[in-house]
């Protein structure tokens, strides 16, 4: 029985973890108490508003609503062609709306996007199956 006793792991508490955590508790509420917001709250930099940022967001969105990236909100991937499909042809207005007024880099990323999520969105329905 002393044998299995020696074969236990031995099992050490660092009390000091819950100081640090106490601490970080205090400067949190600190935080909070100046800004009125919690930490989690604090204020991001956002990208400079321009027309690529803008149509990748778009993107990003066509990305979610074929499954193709977990949701940010739940951590799952959802699928909802039919939203899908609608944000694509948004950017294929913008690209119609725009027509002559983008710089060839815009252009061409607009472009680039909106034939990449076509095909993503074909090839998430099943279409792009290869025999």
Partial sequence: MSQEKQDKPKIVVDSDWKEQAAREKEQL???FSQTGQPASHERRELPPADFITHCASLATQAMIFVGAIANPLTGQAEVDFEQARYVI??????KEKTKGNLQPEEQSTLDSLIGELKLIWVQAQGGGKSA
């Fill in 29 to 31: 509420a600190e935080k």
């Fill in 89 to 94: 042809d948004v950017l294929a207005m913008l």
